[in-house]
C-alpha cells in the first residue's frame, strides 16, 4: 500500500484542482454585466466558498487564488490581481470559521458565509476605489476604475455574495453532512 | 507546428493583453472606445490563430468566444440603455457607455479565442501518457502533475458536458424541455443552482479518492545510480473509469 500521506496530498491536489477548475467553469460561464462598473456578475464564488467549507482553509484559499483570477485572464485581466488577493482572502477566511474536522455548526458556518460576503465586497471596493487608481498612476494598465465606478459596484457584489453564500450554504447542507458522516 | 511551439507562440502573444503594453502605447482612436493598439492586436491575433489553428478548430474557438462575449456585451448595453431610459443610468446616455463597450467586444474578442486556442492546444492526453510511461518512474511532481490533469481532463471532457446537456433539457423555461414551460421562483432557481452544484462537484471529484490511490501506488523515480540495475517497469495504462462508483446525483446528471 503506498503511504497515506502520498495519498492524502495527491486527494488534496486532486481537490484542489477540481474546485478550481469548477470556479473558473463558474466564473467564465455565467457573467451578467454591471452597467454601472463595467465589471460583472457572476457564480464562481460559490465553488469557492463550497471548497472552503468542505475542506478547510487551506483549499478554499488556493481554490480562490486560482479559479477566479484564471477566468479574469480571459477577457479581464485588468482585474486578475484585485481577483486573487480577494478571492484567495475569502476562501481562507470562510474556510477558517466555518470549517472544522469533526463538522461545524450550521451559526458558525452562516456567519463563515457572511464574513465571506463582507471581504468580497469590501476586498473589491478597496482595490477599485484606492488601489487601482494609485497604480494606474504608474502603470495606465490598471486605470479602469475610480471610486464612483467602485461606490456603484457593491450593491452587485453584495448580491453576488449573497446569492453564491445561500447556493455554498445549501451545498455544505447535503455535502457537508455526508463527509461528517 | 509542434504543440509546444504553438503554446509557447500563443504564449507570448498574449504578454500584450496581461501587461497592457504596448496597446496603451498607441492610444489614438479608430472610433470612440476602439484604440489603435487593440484594433491592431485584434487582427494581428485573429490572423496568428488562423494559421496556427485547425479550421474547424478555429471556427469552434470563435462560436464559444461569441457565445462567452455576446451576452456580456449585447446584455450590458442593453441593461445601460434601460437605466437611461429610466432615468438612473450614467449621464451622458449612449454617448458616455456605448465606447465602453465597444472597447470591451475588442478585449473580449480578442483574449478569449486566445485563451481558448492556448488551452486547445495543450494535449492533456498525451501529456499524461508521457508521463506514465517514463521508464524510470515518476517523480513527485510528476504525480502531482498527472492527478491534475486527470481532473482538469474529465470535468472538461466528462462533467461540463453532461451538465450543459442537462441544464438544456431540464432548464423550466428551455422552449425544448420536456416539461411544462414555467417561470421559476427566486426560491426555484436557487434550489435548482444548488442542485446543479451538487451534482457538478458529486461528477467532478468522484473518482479523486480512487485516482489518489492509483497514482500514489505508481513507482518512485529511483535514484540515477540505482536506474537500469533492476526490470525496467512495465508500461501503465491509464486506469478505466468505474461506472458502478458514482453518486446518485452524478447518476442523475449522466442520465
Not at chain 2, 75 to 85: C, D, F
Request: aromatic share 8%.
Amino acid at each position: 500500500m503506498p503511504p497515506s500521506s502520498q495519498v492524502n496530498r495527491l486527494f488534496n491536489i486532486g481537490i484542489l484542482a477540481a474546485f478550481a477548475t469548477l470556479a473558473f467553469v463558474g466564473t467564465t460561464i455565467i457573467r451578467i454585466p454591471i452597467p454601472a462598473s463595467g465589471g460583472y456578475f457572476n457564480l464562481g464564488d460559490t465553488f469557492v466558498m463550497a471548497a472552503a467549507l468542505l475542506y478547510g482553509p487551506w483549499i478554499g484559499g488556493l481554490v480562490g487564488l486560482i479559479g477566479p483570477a484564471l477566468a479574469d485572464a480571459i477577457g479581464f485581466p485588468q482585474f486578475i490581481l484585485a481577483t486573487a488577493i480577494v478571492k484567495g482572502v475569502e476562501g481562507a477566511a470562510v474556510g477558517l470559521i466555518g470549517w472544522t474536522p469533526r463538522g461545524a455548526a450550521a451559526g458558525r458556518v452562516a456567519a463563515a458565509l457572511a464574513a465571506g460576503i463582507l471581504i468580497l465586497v469590501a476586498g473589491y471596493f478597496v482595490f477599485e476605489a484606492f488601489v487601482y487608481p494609485l497604480m494606474a498612476r504608474w502603470i495606465p494598465f490598471f486605470g479602469v476604475t475610480d471610486p464612483t465606478a467602485a461606490l456603484a459596484e457593491i450593491l452587485p457584489n453584495l448580491f453576488q455574495g449573497i446569492f453564491s453564500a445561500v447556493i455554498a450554504f445549501g451545498i455544505w447542507r447535503v455535502l457537508g453532512k455526508k463527509q461528517s458522516d | 507546428m509542434k504543440w509546444q511551439q504553438r503554446v509557447v507562440v500563443l504564449i507570448l502573444a498574449a504578454v500584450p493583453a496581461l501587461s497592457g503594453y504596448p496597446l496603451t502605447a498607441a492610444a489614438g482612436e479608430i472610433l470612440p472606445g476602439l484604440t489603435w493598439g487593440w484594433g491592431a492586436y485584434f487582427v494581428a491575433v485573429h490572423l496568428l490563430l488562423a494559421l496556427t489553428t485547425p479550421s474547424r478548430l478555429y471556427g469552434n474557438i470563435l462560436a464559444a468566444s461569441a457565445l462567452i462575449t455576446l451576452p456580456v456585451v449585447f446584455g450590458g448595453a442593453a441593461l445601460s440603455g434601460l437605466m437611461h431610459l429610466t432615468g438612473v443610468g450614467r449621464p451622458g446616455g449612449p454617448q458616455a457607455y456605448s465606447p465602453h463597450y465597444l472597447a470591451l467586444l475588442t478585449s473580449m474578442l480578442t483574449v478569449i479565442p486566445l485563451g481558448l486556442a492556448l488551452v486547445a492546444s495543450i494535449p492533456f492526453q498525451i501529456l499524461e501518457q508521457q508521463v506514465l510511461t517514463g521508464e524510470n518512474g515518476i517523480s513527485r511532481a510528476e504525480k502531482n502533475l498527472l492527478m491534475v490533469l486527470r481532473v482538469f481532463n474529465h470535468i472538461v471532457h466528462d462533467v461540463i458536458p453532461a451538465t450543459l446537456e442537462v441544464v438544456r433539457e431540464e432548464w423550466p423555461r428551455a422552449p425544448g424541455a420536456g416539461q411544462a414551460r414555467r417561470r421559476p421562483s427566486p426560491a426555484g432557481l436557487i434550489r435548482m443552482m444548488t442542485w446543479l452544484g451538487i451534482a457538478v462537484i458529486c461528477c467532478a471529484v468522484q473518482y479523486i479518492p480512487l485516482w489518489a490511490v492509483e497514482i500514489a501506488r505508481l513507482p518512485e523515480r529511483r535514484p540515477r545510480r540505482l536506474q537500469g540495475r533492476e526490470q525496467p517497469l512495465q508500461h501503465l495504462k491509464p486506469p478505466e473509469k468505474h461506472p458502478g462508483r458514482g453518486t446518485a446525483a452524478c447518476h442523475r446528471l449522466r442520465k
